[in-house]
């Protein structure tokens, strides 16, 4: 096991155990400044103790258990007069900075949060369940702060400085890391993690937790998957995209070839045979960037099956729309938009960034002979996310694209206790892929169309 492997699995463990341990008292609470004063002049003192070239050496439980054994020498030496919770959260805070990741080590174990957003030194907001809420948590000062990005990225091979003040990053649980210093940042060093689940959802979660669509919307988008259409999934972020891009891609079977295209990796393939790729920023020379343009192109020699784009947003969208067209069907991507028609017209921009000089009417018609289905997913007030519209694209009516919506959610109000109310219903148009779905064996029966059955 590598040094970078073991002290991964050590903040992990860490960090799980101390969440049991109870909270300090109120006389060295962990925001107090008498309790960052002990704690920075004990990890100090480590620092200077540590033989840092041992680390490799050591396993991980004995690692963790002699960080803590000389954090309490020290207690005894400084004779700092603390009770046991107390020593028990020093002992943890100083594991977190040495092994993890400072101050937001508890909150990347917490199941809850989906999102880290750290504004300020001094100001740490977290997501749960769609809402956001400010926490106690604090950093000690911006170097503290910039010590951790710099930490974090590192991880990843990537680097953080005044000629390069922004950088995209993952962690090694599949996390995405954004990070943005002075002097682009204001008011000092800001980061935001994007968290995803160790357990990926599944489509009974969106179902029946999560209440994100519904039966009848979920087997035919299975289908769409299993039948090898494309599909396109719009909306804003946060709204789930990636998440249903997740599992739309667990139909695909295990018999295809998949080669996955992300600016900064989180899908989560559950197939055997995934083949991943990652663009790459230019270095300090501005040399040596991967677009994602040229990774499509690229992924079009590698014999795939389906090709799976994290998010269009540039030119590569001519590369993907002509992939679909010449034979890489069940494709699948996701692109920031508020409708389905919107998306489309996005994408006949992304068309135009390539200098392609092509007309309108040719540009519209290579996306609606290469997309089938366009699926909006929408977060609402109350922090849920929906299924708001499926809509199949039929070809042109002139220069325009025709589209015909197959299922929608209807908001119609927002409760005392500020939960959205409204319902998913079938629109009563039978789509035309159902002709297609049949030829892969997917039946799909006439109710699953009635447009009388509402659902909440």
Not at 285 to 310: F, H, K, S, Y
Not at 343 to 369: D, F, T, V, W, Y
Request: hydrophobic letters at 40%.
């Amino acid at each position: 096991m590598s040094l970078r492997e073991k002290l991964n699995v050590i903040t992990a463990e860490t960090a799980a155990s101390s969440a049991l341990h109870l909270a300090p008292d109120p006389g060295l609470a962990g925001t107090s400044e008498a309790y960052k004063v002990l704690k920075g002049r004990l990890h100090l003192k480590l620092l200077e103790k540590f033989d840092l070239a041992s680390l490799d050496t050591l396993a991980p439980d004995a690692l963790r258990h002699e960080i803590a054994t000389m954090v309490a020498r020290l207690l005894q030496e400084e004779q700092a007069a603390v009770n046991e919770a107390e020593r028990r959260t020093l002992i943890r805070d100083i594991q977190h900075e040495m092994l993890g990741f400072g101050p937001i080590e508890l909150l990347m174990v917490d199941p809850t949060v989906s999102d880290i957003l750290v504004n300020r030194f001094d100001q740490i907001y977290v997501e749960r369940l769609g809402r956001l809420e400010l926490t106690p948590i604090s950093f000690t000062d911006e170097k503290h702060l910039l010590r951790i990005i710099d930490k974090i990225v590192s991880f990843v091979g990537r680097r953080i400085d005044e000629s390069s003040p922004m950088v995209d990053a993952r962690l090694p649980d599949g996390s995405r890391v954004n990070a943005v210093i002075p002097p682009v940042a204001l008011d000092g060093p800001m980061m935001s993690i994007r968290r995803f689940a160790h357990k990926p959802l599944k489509m009974s979660n969106l179902v029946q937790d999560l209440k994100s669509l519904t039966p009848a919307m979920a087997s035919m988008l299975e289908g769409l998957s299993k039948a090898k259409i494309n599909m396109i999934i719009s909306g804003g972020t946060g709204a789930g995209k990636t998440t249903l891009l997740n599992i739309l891609s667990g139909y695909i079977p295990d018999s295809e070839r998949v080669v996955t295209i992300e600016d900064a990796a989180e899908l989560q393939m559950q197939q055997p045979h995934v083949v991943r790729m990652e663009t790459r920023p230019a270095n300090i020379e501005g040399r040596g960037e991967i677009t994602q343009r040229a990774l499509v192109r690229n992924a079009l020699r590698m014999r795939p099956d389906r090709i799976v784009i994290g998010e269009v947003r540039g030119a590569e969208a001519v590369d993907m729309l002509q992939a679909m067209n010449t034979g890489h069907e069940g494709s699948l991507t996701t692109i920031h938009a508020n409708t389905p028609r919107d998306a489309l017209s996005r994408l006949e921009n992304m068309i135009g960034m390539a200098n392609l000089n092509l007309p309108h009417k040719a540009a519209r018609q290579q996306i609606a002979s290469a997309i089938t289905v366009v699926i909006q997913a929408l977060r609402m007030t109350d922090g849920k996310r929906k299924i708001t519209s499926i809509q199949e694209i039929t070809g042109m009516e002139g220069e325009i694209i025709s589209m015909q919506e197959i299922f929608a959610y209807r908001q119609t109000g927002v409760g005392t206790d500020g939960q959205v109310e409204g319902y998913f219903h079938a629109t009563g148009v039978r789509p035309k892929f159902t002709e297609r779905l049949r030829a892969f064996g997917v039946a799909l029966p006439d109710a699953l169309f009635d447009p009388t059955k509402q659902y909440q």
